[in-house]
Structures are given as structure tokens and as C-alpha cells.
């Protein structure tokens, strides 16, 4: 009866429940072998800086996780372009399987400041919820200190160790635990392993071009980004796009005595808070004429998905100390719309330094996310033109040089253009089914429309017309991009389990 | 026939008049030596600071010149007061004479960043109007360079030349001249030198108030700041009031990834700019309510008087390549107005250093120019009901560590208020009709309600309650507390003569 249930509840056959409990049993008896390989992995220095130091960091990385490849048989192969860090490329082809999947991960990561670190960021330290270092040979089931915490909890600190070496080694790993298992891959697996994400993908298009047929495949799978505040699994279907612009609102062409000329002269600041409150309200709403026009509207399905997610707002803003969020709605939900973010402002100076004075000019710095079916060149053309009906001349456009009413200078970033893959698109309908299959506890899976970061998705789906999805491994809180980067290790091992279902089950899944 | 005319327009007796040229005459051929001891007085460093060597510096400039006055057979006093700078105190009555006229200059200048300077701020250099250097030992009449610029066109620059070394050096040669001429003071005569003016006078009260006894006077006239930008002399009848604020509005308490968050978290810059264009309208009126309530009208005879300025503000919008002014009134008039200066706003970072996140805090530095009757009392109470309005939490008022919908943290300076004599005081339309008689190349006066800066004349008024009047000399481009100050040579003959007429005829013209 006990059994029957199950069956009907996970709606997989008996021998995938066997297979998937292997896998995680491996997992459980090799976590001292697992954390040792990562510990190596992080401990290579790996920020993707233009010189020789970066260069030699990245070039040691790609050598590290092509021998990892070959450990499992693996050829391992460094793509490279012209100008570029080196990618890593493997592939492992299934006799029999119809579909081929791409899983990506990066190994570069962001710059460090190791003043701000309480670990050193490649020394790569193991602490328990408290803070207490932990040693690294967990042993499977044995607590360090069954009264202090899980070792679930525990947290692995480094560089990378979340984002997104977490993903290398996750990926990589995965293959262990399904041989271990005698778990047969469902499709043909290509990794694609990139050295240069946190320096901007600059030549990721290139190098998609030059092994496009490499490449070819059915599915890109991101495995970057941190899962739901909730702790629950998140498949993310794309991501919004981003451009930056900074501008500069000219004043007198000296700075003037404010007394004297206060109430007289325009006042570089004050025209640019206004212009900046012109462009986005109170409440956040972007108020730049036609700006939501070619905003696509979510789907009866995207916004049924929405509607699922546990509701983190109250514990967000009482971690964060806001008094209020914007727009009275919910954060998942929030990324759905176009942003338009101050990154900063300069002008004069405030405190000791302030001056009884009206400056030259005044900066403001801009990110904006875009959503389907924006572009960069749309929301271009929309802000300039707002500008301009606001009375300024922007800066080249004409008679520059000639005094006008209001002069600005517009320095646009290239930008790029966002993704969504369709919630019908039979990849990511297989995705789900699959994870929901492996992970009954996380039925319904979380399915976000898209992250409200931006990842250069759109160079795999303009290069290769297929769905690209993006499925996080890593805790929310794992410091991205900041100090104190950490993997919770409950994570990483659900991770391992997560990518070895998908490499198992989603060729069963896909029709 | 000729005699009569000039008789008429400037009546003023034949005595008066050959006075007037010999005053002159005794400026024309004594050049040389008025600037040997001037350069003598700018080669003495003047700023007022905190410590040993700047208080060393102002008690060097105070000793010489109390030898100064020495000389011109007058006892220099030293005024001080607990943790002041030194004042120098000098008098010369007039045997008959019922009025007494107390002269203000200060001798401490602003910092200096030499590194902006093109000659050493404190090795006075006489440049001609091209920029070439010319020798000091100017002699009557002899242009060094004749084909160059008529050297009243040269100018000396020092920190201090103009703003305030000028007025010292004016108000003492005036003596030289008058004595050569033969011409008695028609008034009782104190100087009262400050030395902590450009360091924000904070003893002035002190010293006013220890030795009010020997400072007592029916006017005081403040020798200081630039005539008007059309080159014509102006008198000033008051000042505005200063204070400053600075306010830093508070968003989520670590900074977010602005895709993450970007339209669900407060952006405190986004805030700040709402706020503050919602203090001031960008015609840069100012928009708080009951702002203007305590503002007083300007009399018939001020507007009339206001009217007869020469327009330049064609003039200086062409100079400093402004597009447009705020309000469509002319510069002078403005001053009539309170006015919301923003000095500078700080938030996130801007160009390569700007980060796609929002900010933790947001800061904004302002300063208000007060004109009667507001306070700085009135107008703080009226900002922080506005920013109440704003839905804003003070910080400090009540539970402020409670998060409310809206944070912000204020912090006022103490500012002080402004002064405005009235057009009908005797001792102001003495004053005019002095300088009417003695300068009748000047008729009408220029006669300025109140100066768009401040100086705190409310301190003189207070403690006196006599009229307080403002009489400039230094071009209105002598680059006042930045590098490269100067005074036109033209301007400071002109205001030695200037000085020595309302000493002689000031008694004569007063009802």
C-alpha cells in the first residue's frame, strides 16, 4: 500500500527510486573525497584580469577541470578565441539518445579584497553555523559536533565557491555518483565551461561562433545563480537584460557663489534630481513616456507559476531593514517589468567638503534591466527622447558647442538584450518533470519567468536558436560577488544529486 | 559759464571739489609707494587656522598693522578674546564732530591650494591685463608698456589682495591722501579690523560684545566684497542669512544587486532626487509650503532703485556659458528671495566605478540664504514639516530606530539671519549723498537692497542697534576665495578715494 502511494505520487517507475537513492548514497558516503577535489579547485587563483598574472590564473584553472574530465574518461579540450581567456569543453555521447544538452558553469570569478574577508578567499575554510572552523574530512554521518550544528549547515568559504565553481564540480561530480549508481546518462552531455564570465563575457560570442558545431545541442542549461530565498529548488527561464548610461547635467561654466548667484543661476544638481524623478516615480514606476510599450505580458501559465512561490517579502525586508518595498508587489514577480536603476550620483560635495557654491556639472549613473520584447536600441531611442522633451540638448547631436536651454552628455554601455524561454518549450517542460520526478519535495517545482539578473543568455539563443534554462544550485545568501563567498554544503550536495537526475532522466522525460 | 555748470551738477562747493582732485592727486602720484606697503601686507601668510601656525600668522599681520596705523601717528590696539583670533582696533576723533563711524575690514583670507595658483599666493605679482609680468615701481603716469594696457587694467594678485587686504589698505591710505590734500574728517573714526572673517568669525560675537564701550558708533560701514559686475560702484544695504543642512536618506542596510531588487527595494538616490525637486521647482522656486510666508516685500524705493541697475545678465549668462536663468529676474533682484542652494550629492558611484546595485544611503548638502524676516529657526521648522510630509522618519525623533516607511538623517548647521537696513536711515542716505558728491560720474548710485551672499552684519546690528552698510571696492571678477585672486589696480585707487570722500564729507551730508 506504503509502496503503492509512492508510485502514484512520483509517477516513476521503481527502479529510477532505486537509481536516484544510489546516486544520493554516493554522495552521502564520498563527501570527504568530494569537498577534497573542490578544496583544490578553489584554491587556484581565478580572477579573469587582462594581464599575465589573470591570463596564467585562468590558463591553470582550464588545466585543473581538463584533468578532472579526463579522471572520468573525459577528453577535456580548451576552446580559445583571439583576445580571449580559455573555455573548457567535454562531452560525453550516449548510444541511442536523441537529445544533446549543454551544461554550462564559469570558473573565473569576481576581484577579491581580501581585507574584507574573515578566510582568506583561496585558502578555502570550512565553518559551522557559528562561525567555528570545521575540519575538512567530513567523514559520511559523522557530526564534528552533534550539539553544535548540521553539517547540512556548514559552509564551505572561497572564492568561486558558489559562483560558480560550484558548478564545475558539480556537473563533473555528478558523473561519479550516476557510474557509481550504474545510472545510464538519458542524452548526450556537452559541458561548456567558461574562464571569463565575471569579466564580461567579451569573447563568449566569439567562441560560440568558432565551435558552434561543437556546441550544437537541444538545451543550454545555465548552472549559475543562487536558488529561492525559501531554500526550495528554483528552473529559471531566462533573464533580463542590461544596459548602463552615464550622464552628465552641465551647470555655469565655473563654479558660482551661491549667494550671489543662487537664485539665479541653474543649479546642475537640482536639474538633475529632477530629471532623475521625471524618469522613475515614487513608487519605482519609470515614468519615461512609452516605456512599458514593448514590455511582453506575462502568461496565464507564468503568472500561475508566480503565484506558488513561498512569500519572502516580510522575512527580505526585516533582514534588509526597509521600511517599504516598491509597488506593492512581490519580489519574483517584480523582475517580470523593466528597472531603471541610479547606480549613483556626483555633484559638488556634501559634508566638510561641501561649498557654499553651484557646481559645474552633476553625474548620475544608470543601469536599466530590460525585459522580452525591449532592446537596447529601444529604450535608447525612449530615454534620449525624454530627454530631450525635458529641454535638454544632449551632447553631439547638432550644434553641440552652441549654448542650449540645458545641456547633458549621454555615455551609453553596448548593453545586451534579454531572454524568456517559453513555460510550453518541450525542453523545459522535460526539465521540470524531471526534477519534479527526482525531488518529489520540491513539487511543484519553482519556476521563476526569469531572474531579475542579467546573464548574456541571449549570445547561446542567438547563436543557436534552442531553449537556454538556468537551474541554481548555490544558497541565496552565498555573498556573490562580495567577502565571505560560501557554499552551504547542503546545497552542493543536492546540486551533485540535482544535475546527475537530469543527466539520468531528462532524455525519458523529453517528448 | 563752465564753473557754474559743474557748480550745479554736483553741488558741492569749490572747496569740495579741488579736495576731491587733490585726494586724487595724491593717489596718482603715490602709487608707487601705496603698493610697496601693500605687497608688503600680502606677503604675510593669512589664514586663520586652528593651529600654531596659523594663529602666528594672523597675530604677524595683526602687529603690522597695528604699525600701520602707527605710522600714520593713530594707537593700534589688538583686540582678543578667549580662543579668538586677533582684531586690530584703531580711532581718530574729530575734534567737533558729532557722528562716528566705525569702518569693518577684515585681513585673514581664504585657503590656498597654490597648485592652482599661476603666481605664489603669498609673492603679491602685478600681471598687466594680457598676463605679462610688470614691475611694481609703478610710476605716475609712466605705463611700463604703453602699447600693451592702460595699466588701471593691470591687476595684483595675492590671497587677500582683494577679499579683504584691499579694505585695510584703502581705509589706511586714506588717511595719507587726505592728510596731503588737507582735508579734515568730517566724523569720529574707528577701524575695526577682524582677523577670523574667511574662518567663520566664530569670536566676532565675543569681541563685539567685550569691547562694545570703545566700538560704540552711529554707523558701521562694511568695507568688503565686489562692486558690481558692470564696473559701477554699489552701496548695500544688508546681506542674506546663511545655514546649512546636510541629509542623508537611508535605503536597504547592505547594498543590493540592483537586477535582484531593482523594483522591489527603495533606491535611497531615486528618493533623494524626489525629495529634493520636491523642495524646488525647476524654475528654482522653491516649493515647500509657507517657504516665502515670512519674506518681506521690497519697498517702492527699493524696486526703484533695483531698476536703475545696468543689466548685465546677458552679460554673465555669455560668460559662463549659461542656456538659461531661473525665474526670468534679473541677478541682482533675485537676492531679494531666499534661495535653496544644493552644494552636492553623494550616492553609489558613478563611471568605472559605478556597481549595478542600490545603495545603502543617499546625501544631499544644502545651503538656504535667508532674507528678512525669515530665521534659521523658521526655515528649519518648515523643511522638517516638509520632509515629515514626505512621509519621512527623522532620525532622532521618537522611536527612530524603529524602521518607519522612510528614513532620513539630518544634520543643520547654525546659520545665521540677514539684515536689511532701510533706504530711509540717515546715516545710508548720508552715505549716498557722499558718494554722489564726491563721484558724480556715479549718479544714481547703485543702491542693492541686500547682497546675495552673506556676512553676519546681524552681529553688529545686535550688538549696536545702528545701521549696517556694505561698500565694496574690489572688480567683481577678483576671483574671491579661489586661486588667482586679484584686485584691479583702477579699482583700488578708486576705492582709496572712495573711503577718503565719505571720511571727509560723510559728517556734512548727514541730517
Known amino acids: ?40 579547485l578553489l584554491k587556484l587563483e581565478n580572477v579573469a584580469l587582462n594581464n599575465a598574472k589573470g591570463r596564467a590564473d585562468i590558463q591553470r584553472n582550464a588545466d585543473f577541470i581538463v584533468k578532472m574530465l579526463e579522471k572520468r574518461g573525459i577528453k577535456g579540450q580548451v576552446l580559445n578565441v583571439e583576445g ?6 567535454g562531452e560525453l555521447l550516449t548510444p541511442g539518445a536523441t537529445k544533446t544538452v549543454v551544461f554550462y558553469a564559469h570558473f573565473d570569478g569576481q576581484p577579491v579584497d581580501p581585507s574584507k574577508w574573515k578566510t582568506p578567499p583561496f585558502e ?97 542549461i545555465l548552472c549559475d545563480g543562487p536558488i529561492h530565498q525559501s531554500g526550495k529548488l528554483q528552473l529559471v527561464y531566462g533573464a533580463r537584460g542590461v544596459m548602463g548610461l552615464e550622464m552628465t547635467v552641465y551647470g555655469p561654466n565655473r563654479a558660482l557663489h551661491s549667494g ?31 516605456f512599458y510599450d514593448d514590455v ?32 506593492n508587489q512581490r519580489v519574483e514577480r517584480s523582475a517580470l517589468e523593466p528597472a531603471l536603476n541610479i547606480r549613483g550620483i556626483r555633484a559638488g560635495s556634501v559634508g566638510e567638503a561641501a561649498a557654499n557654491a553651484i557646481m559645474t556639472e552633476a553625474s548620475a549613473s544608470i543601469d536599466f534591466r530590460l525585459v522580452p520584447d525591449q532592446s537596447p536600441q529601444s529604450v535608447r531611442r525612449k530615454v534620449e527622447q525624454f530627454i530631450r522633451q525635458q529641454g535638454y540638448k544632449i551632447e553631439g547631436e547638432g550644434a553641440s558647442d552652441q549654448p542650449g536651454s540645458r545641456r547633458i552628455r549621454l555615455q551609453w554601455e553596448t548593453g545586451y538584450p534579454p531572454t524568456r524561454t517559453s513555460f510550453a518549450a518541450p525542453a523545459a517542460q522535460a526539465m521540470v518533470r524531471t526534477i519534479e520526478a527526482a525531488f518529489p519535495q520540491q513539487k511543484p ?3 521563476l519567468p526569469t531572474l531579475g539578473g542579467s546573464v548574456p543568455a541571449y549570445l547561446f539563443e542567438q547563436q543557436f536558436k534552442v531553449p537556454v534554462m538556468i537551474l541554481p544550485i548555490a544558497n541565496y545568501d552565498n555573498n556573490q560577488h562580495a567577502a565571505n563567498e560560501n557554499i552551504r554544503l547542503g546545497n552542493l550536495w543536492q546540486g551533485i544529486e540535482l544535475y546527475a537526475s537530469l543527466m539520468a532522466g531528462l532524455g525519458q522525460h523529453w517528448d
Chains 1, 2 share one sequence.
Open 260 to 290: 550671489h548667484y543662487g537664485n539665479w543661476s541653474p543649479n546642475p544638481a537640482l536639474d538633475l534630481a529632477h530629471l532623475l524623478a521625471g524618469m522613475r516615480d515614487k513608487d519605482g514606476r519609470i515614468t519615461i513616456p512609452g
Open 445 to 447: 517545482l519553482l519556476r
Open 296 to 327: 511582453r505580458k506575462p502568461t496565464t501559465a507564468e503568472e500561475q507559476a508566480l503565484a506558488v512561490f513561498p512569500d519572502v517579502d516580510s522575512k527580505l525586508k526585516s533582514e534588509l531593514k526597509l521600511g517599504r518595498t516598491l509597488g
Open 124 to 220: 578555502p575554510t570550512l565553518l559551522d553555523s557559528a562561525g567555528k572552523p570545521m575540519p575538512l574530512n567530513l567523514n559520511p554521518g559523522i557530526v564534528p559536533d552533534p550539539a553544535r550544528a548540521n553539517p547540512e549547515d556548514f559552509r564551505l568559504y572561497a572564492r568561486g565557491a558558489s559562483d560558480d565553481k560550484a558548478g564545475v564540480l558539480g556537473l563533473i561530480t555528478a558523473l561519479d555518483a550516476m557510474k557509481a549508481a550504474g545510472v545510464k546518462p538519458s542524452v548526450n552531455i556537452k559541458f561548456f565551461f567558461e574562464g571569463e564570465e565575471e569579466a564580461g563575457s567579451e569573447h563568449l560570442g566569439a567562441i560560440l561562433a568558432k565551435y558552434s558545431d561543437l556546441l550544437k545541442s537541444d538545451l543550454w
Open 84 to 89: 580571449g581567456f580559455p573555455a573548457v569543453y
Open 1 to 40: 500500500m506504503k509502496y503503492l502511494v509512492l508510485v502514484l505520487l512520483f509517477a516513476l517507475p521503481l527502479s529510477a527510486q532505486t537509481e536516484q537513492a544510489k546516486v544520493r548514497d554516493y554522495i552521502r558516503t564520498h563527501q570527504r573525497g568530494i569537498l577534497a577535489e573542490f578544496v583544490e
